[in-house]
């Protein structure tokens, strides 16, 4: 027993057990970096999208300037002739065609007077066919001698004074006739109703505000510019102008160099029957219809400055990344040769000069010929020297789907 122990004791034996215990700890470590280097070798590259020939250009730089859209004709309406009013047919909203009949006036005064005046004008006739027939009989008298100068004359006056009765009486339904048609409040254009400022059964007088009304279909903008800049605008001139992230072009109609109280000129613009440029999400101008313009709306119009060296670059603001000091970072993921797919992030630096919408307009680090190689997107966050494999956008298109 004791031998037993001795032997377990030893020196010899304990460094046997070391040797192996160590030998089992280097065979383990090696098994280990062996699955690592396996399975790194089936680590795909990250993936990125970089923007390729997608120019964005549906932007204009210049100089940028508040307008109002206002309605062709704006106009308040009512009645010239008194009354009561007996229909309002449309109200605030409603739309309307030139000649529709707004509202209605009381006309049981003025149909009863044009009865009057048609009895009128039958016994106007009456009298005037036989203040004729005396005439004719005088005459055919005085031919014979057997009527005097004197009764010739009556009768002739007597002719005359009947034809001016029935004319009198004629106007007088004419008249009528012309109030009965004012007591219609006609539609002068094509619009809508802004404001009703009147109800069923109120009196009214002539001249009297009942609807407020604009015209629809025709617009125009008017904008207010330096007088430095509205001198340089000469009518005709078509210019940019931005509505709800949309550009179309519109036509300068009338030039008002007067300077207003806030000491600015007034320029009047006539919107185009042109198609209108959107932003699509890949970044390309896209035609889009364009959406309505409705009066009282605000529009930015746009005066192109004149071209310099330099006017920059637009990319979308999901490419930048903040680097400090007021500038921002691009990465850029260029290919050895068109047919590789693979490619080495690069970080460069750029300065933006403006923001308009979901795009800047950048200048420095990216240029024309390195455009098509900004990031535009990756699956997971880059960083410069990263080893990256390229997708086209059909690809990414297809595989978010």
């Known amino acids: 027993m004791k031998t037993k122990d001795n032997l377990l ?7 046997l057990c070391f040797i192996v215990v160590l030998i089992c700890a ?3 470590s090696r098994f280990s970096q062996s699955e690592e280097a396996a399975y790194s070798t089936k680590i795909q590259p990250l993936l990125v999208e970089t923007i390729g020939n997608q120019a964005v250009s549906v932007f204009t730089s210049g100089d940028r300037y508040v307008g109002r859209i206002e309605a062709g004709q704006r106009a308040e309406v009512g009645f010239d002739i008194s009354g009561v009013i007996t229909a309002v047919l449309k109200s605030e909203g409603d739309t309307f065609k030139k000649g529709d009949i707004l509202a209605t006036l009381d006309t049981d005064r003025l149909i009863a007077k044009q009865r009057e005046l048609k009895a009128g ?8 066919k036989l203040a004729k027939s005396s005439l004719l009989r005088a005459e055919r008298l005085k031919a014979s001698r057997n009527i005097s100068e004197q009764a010739l004359d009556e009768a002739l006056q007597k002719k005359d004074s009947a034809d001016a009765e029935y004319e009198l009486v004629l106007a007088q339904q004419a008249s009528v006739d012309v109030e009965l048609r004012k007591s219609k409040l006609v539609a002068p254009f094509d619009g809508v109703v802004i404001d009703r400022l009147t109800d069923e059964g109120r009196a009214t007088n002539p001249g009297a505000t009942a609807l407020l009304l604009e015209e629809i279909g025709k617009t125009e903008i008017r904008v207010g510019l330096p007088l430095k800049e509205a001198r340089q605008l000469q009518v005709g001139d078509i210019l940019s102008v931005e509505h709800n992230k949309q550009m179309f072009k519109a036509s300068v109609a009338r030039i008002n160099l007067a300077l207003s109280t806030s000491r600015v000129s007034e320029i009047y613009l006539l919107p ?5 440029l959107s932003m699509s999400k890949d970044g390309s101008a896209a035609p889009k219809q364009r959406s309505p313009l409705i009066s009282g709306e605000l529009v930015h119009v746009v005066l192109q400055s004149k071209p310099s060296l330099d006017q920059g670059i637009w990319l979308p603001l999901s490419t930048l990344s903040e680097y400090g000091r007021g500038l921002w970072s691009v990465y850029l993921a260029k290919p050895a040769s068109e047919s590789d797919l693979s490619a080495v992030i ?13 795009y800047a307009q950048v200048k420095g680090g990216v240029t024309k010929e390195t455009l098509p190689y900004v990031v535009s997107s990756s699956t997971y966050r880059v960083v410069a020297g990263q080893n990256v494999r390229l997708i086209t956008a059909s690809a990414a298109s297809a595989a978010t789907e």
């Open 346 to 358: 690069e970080r460069t630096i750029v300065e933006v000069i403006q923001i308009q919408g979901e």
């Open 9 to 15: 004791h030893s020196p010899v034996v304990m460094v």
């Open 121 to 128: 004008i039958t016994r106007a006739n009456a009298a005037k």
């Open 272 to 276: 185009q029957d042109l198609d209108a």
């Open 26 to 28: 280097l065979g383990f």
